[in-house]
C-alpha cells in the first residue's frame, strides 16, 4: 500500500507547524480541523491541540508523497498540471488543482487516477 498526501494532510500539517497555511486555524476547524483533533481528544479551544498529536503522527504525515507511479498509471490527489510530468508539478498543484486537470486538452501518456 503506498499512502499519498491529500490537501488536508497538507492543511493539518500547516497548522501543527505554523508553516504558511492556506488556512488560518478558524477556517480550518470549520473545514473539518475540529473533527479531526476531536479524534485525538480534544475538546477544547487554544493551541494545546497541537501537543495531542504524537510526533509518529506528525513524522508518517510528513513523510507522504504527492503522487506515486508505474507502469500502469499516475496516482495523485487533486491531478496533474496538463503537459507536466507529476515529478516536475509543484506538490501545491498537485493538491489542488481542479478544471485546468479535469477538463483538459491534454492527453497524459498514462492513466492518472486521483480523488
Known sequence: MIALKGNHEEIFLDQLLRRRPRFDTADWFRQ???ECLMSYGFEGQGRKWANLVPPE????????????GDEHGYYVHAGIPPGVHPSSAPDDEL??????FINPT??????????
Open 32 to 34: 473539518g480541523g475540529e
Open 57 to 68: 503522527h506528525i513524522a508518517f504525515l510528513r513523510s507522504l508523497r504527492s503522487w506515486y
Open 95 to 100: 493538491l489542488w488543482i481542479r478544471s485546468e
Open 106 to 115: 491534454y492527453a497524459w501518456d498514462k492513466v492518472v487516477v486521483f480523488g
